[in-house]
């Protein structure tokens, strides 16, 4: 057993009752090959609820600090997460997210780049349409709907992949892209909300 599905294991018997996470549309995601991931983002809490409710390991870019703190360092990394630097073009990072793709795993993805502190879903950053147009991955938008309080439900909501030819055929740009995947999932906290 890996320490990640060890992890999922202990993690879900706790946060499950806690958050009474609800995971919806989760045979949405492929049973294999490389899928992008996208989410919105409200809470810290909230790789962990896709990575307990995803029926794949998912792997996350994650905020190079986290990378700093020694014992959480090591947690992260056996995760599988690497470091993304937030704020400017990280070219490593976005070598590593191809690399991910092209392995055929997941790739887990907060385009808005920070958490929301409304609640209200931000602008999309550009990385995800990036990864979106570069990579032959199964673009999968998700909603995580809830206020993270306790016995209070949790929704994490997997929409049906979106069709991202149209966009490769006319050679789109990347803020196209993610207007896109921003748009389905405003649609997904509409309808489920």
Do not use: W
Not at 3 to 24: C, D, M, S
Not at 26 to 48: Q, R, T
Not at 152 to 170: F, H, N, S
């Amino acid at each position: 057993m890996t320490f990640y599905t060890f992890a999922k294991i202990v993690v879900k018997g706790i946060f499950k009752p806690i958050y009474r996470i609800e995971a919806i549309g989760v045979e949405n995601i492929p049973k294999e090959g490389s899928v992008l991931l996208c989410a919105n983002h409200i809470s810290n809490l909230d790789p962990v609820a896709l990575g307990i409710t995803c029926p794949r390991p998912v792997i996350y870019m994650a905020k190079e600090e986290l990378f700093r703190v020694p014992i959480l360092k090591g947690i992260i990394k056996k995760l599988y997460a690497f470091p993304v630097k937030r704020g400017k073009a990280d070219r490593e990072a976005l070598r590593k997210g191809l690399e991910t793709l092209k392995s055929e795993r997941i790739l887990g993805i907060f385009p808005e780049g920070t958490r929301s502190k409304t609640g209200e879903i931000g602008k999309g950053l550009a990385g995800a349409g990036f990864f979106a147009l570069k990579s032959d991955a199964t673009v999968v938008p998700a909603a995580i709907i809830g206020p993270y309080r306790p016995f209070r439900k949790v929704k994490v909501v997997y929409g049906k992949p979106i069709d991202m030819k149209p966009l490769k055929e006319k050679r789109a740009s990347s803020n196209e892209a993610i207007e896109l995947i921003m748009d389905h999932i405003k649609e997904i906290l509409l309808q489920y909300k």
